[in-house]
Nanobody, 123 residues
Framework: QVQLVESGGGLVQAGGSLRLSCAAS????????MGWYRQAPGKQRELVAA???????NYTEAVKGRFTISRDNAKNTVYLQMNTLKPEDTAVYYC?????????????????WGQGTQVTVSS
């Protein structure tokens, strides 16, 4: 089993910053892609940022230049540094990991989701 534990959400004023963390733990695995999604009330869940095993990153246009995704491979952790936060960034942020579970005889690849962490930006 694999768990994704998210932290770092909270309430901040517009223009402030937060750093989200997502740590994967559990069964032996390798990380293919980790990323962050967000979902505001009444809206669809959308990709915010993702980072591949090779370090390539992808961002939704709305956060480019403000958010930075990074990873610490030794800790199996992905971070989302969010700067210059805006009220429209308010959402529940979910960590998603595309993982390959490594076993002696087989491997299994699928997506895992965190529970979500609330980010609220006040004006």
């Amino acid at each position: 089993q694999v768990q994704l534990v998210e932290s770092g959400g909270g309430l901040v004023q517009a223009g402030g910053s937060l750093r989200l963390s997502c740590a994967a733990s559990g069964s032996r695995f390798s990380i293919n892609v980790m990323g962050w999604y967000r979902q505001a009330p009444g809206k669809q869940r959308e990709l915010v940022a993702a980072i591949t095993s090779g370090g390539n990153t992808n961002y939704t246009e709305a956060v480019k230049g403000r958010f930075t995704i990074s990873r610490d491979n030794a800790k199996n952790t992905v971070y989302l540094q969010m700067n210059t936060l805006k009220p429209e960034d308010t959402a529940v942020y979910y960590c998603k990991a595309d993982l390959t579970i490594v076993r002696m005889l087989t491997t299994t690849r699928r997506d895992y989701w965190g529970q979500g962490t609330q980010v609220t930006v006040s004006s």
